[in-house]
């Protein structure tokens, strides 16, 4: 059955450091995609990056960036020079090709200290 | 081009009451999801549907329903409103159903029920 994992309830990084959020996902299809959303207190899931099984290379979104190993199924996100404005839960998230929902994971809570 | 709208942002019901939420999808978006978000369950998928026919639905119990009309807006509904009903309901909607289709999340309506 697919699901996703992410094992850091909360982190916490200082202003511009980068820092790395983990998940790791299982399923049997291969073909998926892998999302990580972002979550401010107000409460709307904003879309950072999105990774497919047969994508060759990690994908980037400007300071955001996927370290995806696909044998260990793990999406990691990296997010590049931390701003204050990263604080937030980021959830990673998995689609299977013949799937409608999205399937998330529990979250981590990510506090930028200045 | 216009997010995706959730309406209303708050609401307050009473157990037992019926409530109705909509949601707007980005414009030439077909497909629209729910999920439900709540501290003790996470994210879960409620229903998704695709040129006004839904496709598939999360496991809820039929008190929670939903429809789409022609222009792709989407409403759902709960009836006899349950305490454990409170959380927060967010729509998402992309352009295709697939594995490689980003959903994008609107605000979300919260609902607290007493």
């Known amino acids: 059955a697919q699901k996703i994992t992410q094992t850091q309830p909360g982190m916490f990084v200082q202003e511009k450091e980068a820092v790395t959020l983990d998940c790791t996902y299982d399923?049997?299809?291969?073909?998926?995609?892998l999302f990580w959303y972002k979550q401010p207190s107000s409460g709307e899931m904003i879309f950072l990056i999105y990774q497919g099984s047969y994508d060759q290379q990690n994908a980037t979104e400007g300071r955001y960036s996927l370290n995806f190993q696909k044998a260990r199924k793990s999406a990691n996100l990296v997010i590049s020079a931390s701003q204050l404005g990263d604080s937030a839960m980021y959830f990673c998230?998995?689609?299977?090709?013949?799937?409608?929902?999205?399937?998330f994971g529990s979250g981590t809570r990510l506090l930028v200290r200045p | 081009k216009a997010g995706v709208t959730q309406t209303p942002r708050y609401l307050i019901k009473t157990r037992g009451q019926q409530v109705t939420l909509s949601c707007s999808p980005i414009s030439g978006h077909r497909s629209v999801s729910w999920y439900q978000q709540t501290p003790g369950q996470g994210l879960q998928f409620l229903f998704e549907?695709?040129?006004?026919?839904?496709?598939n639905k999360g496991n809820f119990p039929g008190r929670f329903s939903g429809r789409q009309f022609s222009n792709s807006r989407s409403e759902m509904n709960v009836s006899t409103l349950e305490l454990g009903d409170s959380a927060l309901y967010l729509c998402?909607?992309?352009?295709?159903?697939?594995?490689?289709?980003?959903?994008?999340f609107g605000p979300g309506t919260r609902l607290t029920v007493l």
């Open positions: 998402a909607s992309s352009f295709r159903t697939g594995h490689t289709d980003t959903q994008y």
């Open positions: 549907y695709f040129s006004e026919t839904q496709r």
């Open positions: 399923t049997s299809d291969p073909s998926y995609g």
């Open positions: 998230a998995m689609r299977e090709s013949n799937s409608y929902k999205l399937i």
